[in-house]
């Protein structure tokens, strides 16, 4: 069998190497390669060397999506998973009609981000008209707003990861700690809390990551209004890119600092949780 | 089994290996190796033109125009029209395609910097003869790149019935009683607030429709508005044939004229449909079908406009009631200015598709602009009044906009020119527009505003 595996392994790695390396390896090199660059569409560029990086960090609208985006996404996160958590530990206890609550909320998760983000640009707009005040009249209203959607989107999605996590936990050790007059809170913290670790590290990680790459729902719910002060990371991006005539380059120099900055919190976070997960 | 197994898979490598070599070959077919194929490539005759439209409002016109191009001529014409707002990003994006758009458009001298490696020279084609007046293209040096097709105007469109209404209210306050007394800022103001203060009475909800303060919706104010003070602001500086120019050669500006675009504004957001407050939420959309169903007796829009007004489902505006009036903003003299009239509609030919290609284009755009069909096709459906000799008296687009257009330039007046091609960028626009948000929501004071505008425009230019 493990000969059979090695024989045919080119076959069965081959189209999926294809299309990871012409969707995801050629652009990204292509990437790396324009942020050193002066361009106007990615076929001719000439060197310019550090220059973009240089420009982008003397950029106050990326250093103030930057530290838009690390609000938000540390308030969504917490946020997200506290949430995403108390509804699993409620939908499997035995309550009445689980299966369609649970289908209830991971539906959200199935519309798309500018969608969404329309469908709530109305929704808060309606309820704001009440105070004669709109989404971009202050940015705290768009950072909420922002907060509110990702969280109405995620809370599902993450649900079916803890729930699955939860349904895990052997029932022989939750009834032992019955046994031995555990109450509640002690089951929760001491055992299934370590137990559903694994979950916890995969939805740190969707959580962060999509936080930091919000965009559509950016885009849709206030597009930067008012004056750039609710744009984030991957919308700054978007904006020097297409936005400005000569900066296509720095642009690309934020998506490429951008993505060391995913890369290295997600890294850190999954290290760190990874510590905390114990053998089942 | 062993043996179907086998070769199974050796189909697979083999259809693997196929699509691979496919690909890699249609890789190595980008623009700059496709000198070598201009041979086989110049032998078909049908090159299929691909032209990126910038006016979302007539797409479907450009729909129908291509179709009856192809039956007369069997050439194949592409058109993708980009949304409101897109068009750089759109460009950008389709330019660097194996399939480039070999019509493209260019917003005047701003546009052409960006793309000027784009762009052919286009000196010896018929179309640029055609141009009644040369001086309108965009060129540099002996070279011309850029042509413009349509001129436009746009003012304050007013609805004639609701005002005609008003001066024959018995409520009203002030004396006056036509549209003609109406001729600078200060009977403007007077009789706009009269009439907001009798809304009810001329049933409406507010003078002018929502000033548009959406994200990418701005351009009315951003754009066209800021075009006023800055046109008189450029005209005042010496030694240029024209504002446009001037400005061009503006290293900083002083915004002298700010406040009459304050006091414009101000009239705007105070006189209106909505709360100032609520603005940031309205689109273009919104302030025409706001005029188009009554509720407002004036917006600020071009001619490009009717199509918006005519189609709005439950529209309520007669044509022949649809009239223009300059803007006024309080300047001395203001009484002998016209409507803003120019262009910032400019063809270009992508340089950088073979010639065939190239040719095929221009063919196109020369016989959209001289053909009889072609012409027909300008003059009623796209509603553009042509800058080109081809187009006779009688070819003039007949919507309300357009004539009142026509009228205003044989009146005794001073058309503004459009001196927002000398912008310096989209940056500029959107930091301005920003600001105004800011200002109409009470978040920023107007000298807040004037900064900006200032200091914008010294760092975007030296960019």
Request: proline share 3%; charged share 20%.
């Amino acid at each position: 069998m493990q000969k059979m595996i090695q024989k045919y392994f080119a076959l069965f790695a081959l189209p999926t190497l294809i299309a990871f390396t012409l969707a995801f390896v050629v652009p990204f090199i292509m990437g790396i390669y324009l942020s050193f660059t002066q361009f106007t569409t990615v076929n001719d560029a000439t060197w310019v060397g550090l220059d973009n990086y240089i420009k982008a960090f003397s950029d106050k609208d990326f250093l103030n999506a930057l530290w838009f985006t690390a609000r938000f996404t540390i308030v969504s996160v917490v946020l997200i998973n506290v949430f995403a958590f108390l509804i699993a530990l409620l939908l499997t206890k035995k309550v009445l009609g689980t299966n369609v609550f649970r289908t209830i909320f991971f539906m959200p998760n199935l519309i798309g981000g500018i969608v969404l983000g329309y469908i709530w640009q109305l929704i808060f707009n309606g309820i704001l008209y009440k105070f004669d005040v709109t989404l971009t009249n202050d940015p705290a209203y768009g950072f909420w707003g922002l907060v509110i959607l990702m969280n109405w989107q995620l809370i599902g999605y993450m649900m079916i990861i803890y729930i699955a996590g939860i349904q895990n936990v052997p029932k022989e050790q939750l009834e032992a700690a019955k046994i031995d007059g555990a109450t509640n809170w002690v089951i929760l913290r001491k055992i299934i809390l370590p137990l559903v670790m694994p979950s916890i590290t995969i939805c740190l990680f969707l959580s962060i990551s999509n936080s930091f790459k919000l965009f559509d729902q950016n885009l849709a719910l206030t597009a930067g209004a008012p004056s750039k002060q609710t744009a984030m990371l991957a919308l700054d991006i978007f904006n020097t890119f297409y936005g400005k005539t000569g900066f296509e380059g720095v642009g690309q120099a934020k998506a490429v600092m951008f993505f060391l900055m995913v890369g290295i919190i997600v890294i850190v976070q999954l290290a760190i949780t990874r510590r905390k997960e114990i053998e089942n | 089994m062993k043996k179907v197994n086998r070769v199974l898979s050796m189909l697979l490598v083999m259809s693997l290996v196929f699509i691979a070599a496919c690909s890699n070959n249609a890789g190595t077919n980008d623009p700059a190796t496709t000198d070598n194929n201009k041979g086989a490539e110049g032998a078909k005759s049908n090159e299929t033109i691909y032209y990126l439209n910038f006016k979302p409002e007539i797409a479907e016109v450009y729909e129908k125009i291509a179709k009856d191009y192809e039956a007369e001529t069997g050439v194949k014409v592409k058109v993708v029209t980009a949304a409101a707002g897109t068009y750089e990003t759109t460009l950008k994006s389709e330019i660097a395609k194996s399939e480039a758009p070999t019509i493209f458009q260019i917003n005047g001298p701003v546009g052409y910097e960006a793309w000027k490696d784009y762009t052919l020279d286009l000196k010896d084609t018929k179309l640029y003869s055609y141009l009644s007046d040369q001086s309108l293209a965009v060129t540099e040096g002996e070279g011309v790149y850029g042509i413009p097709y349509v001129v436009e105007g746009y003012g304050i469109i007013y609805n004639n019935a609701i005002m005609e209404k008003y001066f024959a209210l018995g409520t009203k306050s002030t004396a006056i009683s036509s549209m003609e007394e109406v001729n600078n800022f200060d009977t403007l103001k007077s009789v706009v607030e009269d009439m907001q203060a009798n809304a009810e009475a001329l049933g409406i909800k507010g003078v002018f429709s929502s000033t548009s303060l959406g994200a990418g919706e701005q351009w009315r104010w951003q754009t066209h508005l800021a075009n006023i003070p800055l046109f008189y602001e450029f005209n005042d500086i010496q030694g240029f044939d024209n504002a446009t120019s001037a400005g061009l050669a503006a290293n900083e500006i002083k915004f002298s004229y700010g406040n009459n675009f304050k006091n414009i504004f101000d009239l705007y957001i105070n006189n209106s449909t909505v709360k100032p407050t609520l603005l940031g939420s309205k689109t273009v959309a919104d302030s025409m079908a706001e005029f188009a169903l009554g509720q407002s007796a004036m917006v600020q829009n071009g001619n490009w406009a009717w199509n918006q007004i005519n189609e709005v489902s439950g529209n309520t505006v007669k044509a022949e009631d649809i009239k223009f009036l300059p803007i006024y903003s309080g300047v001395t003299g203001e009484e002998k200015q016209g409507l803003a009239v120019g262009t910032e509609n400019y063809f270009a030919i992508n340089s950088k598709v073979s010639e065939a290609k190239q040719q095929a284009s221009i063919a196109f755009l020369e016989w959209l602009f001289t053909s009889d069909t072609g012409k027909a096709y300008v003059t009623n459906d796209l509603g553009f009044i042509a800058p080109f000799n081809t187009f006779n008296d009688d070819e003039k687009p007949a919507d309300p906009l357009a004539k009142e257009i026509l009228a205003w330039m044989e009146k005794d007046t001073t058309s503004v020119a459009w001196t927002f091609a000398a912008f310096p960028s989209e940056d500029f626009k959107n930091s301005f527009g920003d600001a105004l948000l800011q200002y109409a929501q009470g978040n920023e004071a107007w000298d807040k505003v004037s900064s900006v505008v200032v200091d914008s425009w010294k760092s975007e230019r030296a960019k």
